[in-house]
């Protein structure tokens, strides 16, 4: 088939979950013989050539703005893809969904993962949310199938809608790294420290971990790796907290080994998140066999499953503290929790199970034959008549 990925930065993969679900689904497509196109906008994505992994890149410009950038990009994207001849186009964020009928002119297949609740973040003005809670309506429609990340999250859709999206979760593959040049950079031990990860903006509450984390008594190091454009003010108000306290490290944006390497070593791993659905980096976190301790939101219960610690998260800091110096005082049920979290992920996160989730889905969307090998993938996950 011919699959067009739209809706992302684009890859390589360099900023966030759904940039990895696209890399890691569309390269794992390609090497199962489809022609799969990447669509990449070129103020982020810098990798040269058209070509990464299998996959053929279409690079288009976009409105560099908080509000514009996707929609616009997406736009110019289908209208791309009129051309194609594409059988699926797989759309990914919500907020996507009123461009998604464009390709269905000319007979592509159209679905729309949209993630989680994307109105819930702090980051968006009243308007945007009124735009998104439209955009997650007009996913029913729009495209011939929406889907999300999350039994929860398809609860809601339900429960809101009246229809049942399938759900289709992210993988968790990842190469576990030795110590080396990153840990090294950031003067960091294996084993030494807690670990964060994320964009940082208000509603990743990254200043639950920060605060927590300046009450405990240690020599090991809080590692907070991620950043966010148009977010400079709440990254102010992190190093305000984290001042005259040289145990938390600051490190901006990290990815592919420096990432991998990150977590593959730390002692426990932070998931403060308490919006939006499955947190790819959680899972990941998981698949490196870190102790995870989450914000007690339903998702990210959903997602460590009983194996890892959580907090409640409207208390904040004052939650999340005494489970942090639980964990620092407490290695061997941490070692314990580290080899439940590498189990569960192997088992239930998987990026080749989830490319079969996908690619089951994209030949019943083009009408296809499904072949033998994917006739055993769950139903519920790929059926088409969700609605």
């Known amino acids: ?36 196109t990447v669509y990449c906008r070129t103020h982020h994505i810098t990798h040269p050539g058209n070509e990464y992994l299998g996959m053929r890149l279409v690079k288009l410009p976009t409105i560099r703005n908080k509000y514009l950038d996707t929609l616009f990009h997406s736009l110019l994207s289908s209208i791309h893809a009129l051309k194609e001849g594409y059988h699926v186009g797989l759309y990914f964020i919500a907020g996507n969904s009123p461009v998604t009928w464009i390709p269905r002119l000319i007979g592509t297949q159209t679905a729309l993962n949209v993630d989680g609740l994307d109105w819930k973040r702090d980051k968006w003005n009243s308007l945007a949310k009124k735009y998104i ?35 289709i979760v992210y993988g968790s593959d990842i190469e576990k790294l030795p110590p080396g040049e990153t840990l090294s950079l950031y003067g960091l031990e294996a084993n030494r420290y807690i670990l964060f990860v994320g964009r ?12 927590a984390f300046t009450k405990t008594d240690t020599d090991m190091k809080c590692v907070i790796v991620g950043d966010a454009p148009y977010a400079e003010a709440y990254q102010q108000e992190l190093r305000e907290l984290a001042k005259g306290d040289e145990r938390i490290v600051f490190t901006g944006y990290v990815f592919g080994e420096g990432y991998r390497e990150l977590g593959s070593n730390a002692y426990a791993y932070v998931a403060t998140t308490g919006v939006g659905g499955t947190h790819p980096a959680l899972i990941e976190a998981m698949a490196m ?4 301790i989450v914000n007690d939101t339903p998702v990210n ?26 964990v620092l005082n407490h290695p061997g049920e941490v070692q314990n929790f580290c080899e439940q979290a590498t189990a569960h992920a192997a088992k239930v996160y998987s990026w080749e199970r989830v490319t079969d989730q996908y690619e089951k889905l994209c030949y019943e969307l083009a009408r296809q034959p499904v072949p033998e090998r994917l006739a055993d993938v769950e139903s519920k996950v790929c059926q088409t008549d969700a609605r």
């Open 289 to 292: 066999g870190n102790c995870c």
């Open 301 to 326: 219960l959903q997602t460590i499953d009983g194996h890892g610690l959580s907090y409640h998260g409207p208390d904040g800091a004052d939650a999340l503290a005494p489970v942090l110096n639980h």
């Open 1 to 36: 088939m011919k699959i067009a990925l739209l809706g992302t930065r684009g890859v390589p993969a360099s900023y966030s979950g759904f940039e990895t679900c696209v890399e890691q689904l569309g390269q794992r497509l390609a090497k199962r013989g489809h022609d799969v």
């Open 133 to 167: 809670r439209f955009a997650e309506w007009l996913a029913q429609f729009a495209p011939d199938l929406y889907l999300t990340d999350s039994p929860l999250v398809q609860a809601y859709y339900k429960d809101k809608t009246g229809t049942a999206p399938p759900y």
């Open 200 to 211: 940082l903006v208000p509603e990743n509450n990254a200043h639950h971990l920060v605060e």
